[in-house]
């Protein structure tokens, strides 16, 4: 069965960095598009990056220039470099496959 697993959020003060990671299985990784979501309280889920299994990358315009997303077929993960963050950042992030199956998310929280 599916499974997307993501890692690396935590709490860092304004300007910090975050490596997020998602970790998946289930499926053929490497033929799959990857997005990162994030929802903060109140709002809506953003999509915040892709990246297709060809190689073209999305990022929303509020996080151009400081996220950068990546991955790792080998491994089967999926990446997001956070930096520069603003507190705006602060959100609960997700990758999602099949645009149905979602992880658990991990908590950033900019300070």
């Known amino acids: 069965h599916v499974q997307l697993v993501e890692s690396g959020g935590g709490s860092v003060q304004a300007g910090g960095s975050l490596r997020l990671a998602c970790t998946a299985s289930?499926?053929?990784?490497?033929?799959?598009?990857m997005p990162w979501y994030r929802q903060a309280p109140g709002n809506e889920c953003e999509l915040v990056s892709s990246?297709?299994?060809?190689?073209?990358?999305y990022y929303a315009d509020s996080v151009k220039g400081r996220f950068t997303i990546s991955r790792d077929n080998a491994k089967n993960t999926l990446y997001l470099q956070l930096n520069s963050l603003k507190t705006e950042d602060t959100a609960m992030y997700y990758c999602?496959?099949?645009?149905?199956?979602w992880g658990q998310g991990t908590q950033v929280t900019v300070s």
């Open positions: 990246l297709s299994n060809g190689g073209v990358i």
């Open positions: 999602a496959a099949f645009n149905y199956y």
């Open positions: 289930g499926f053929t990784f490497d033929e799959r598009d």
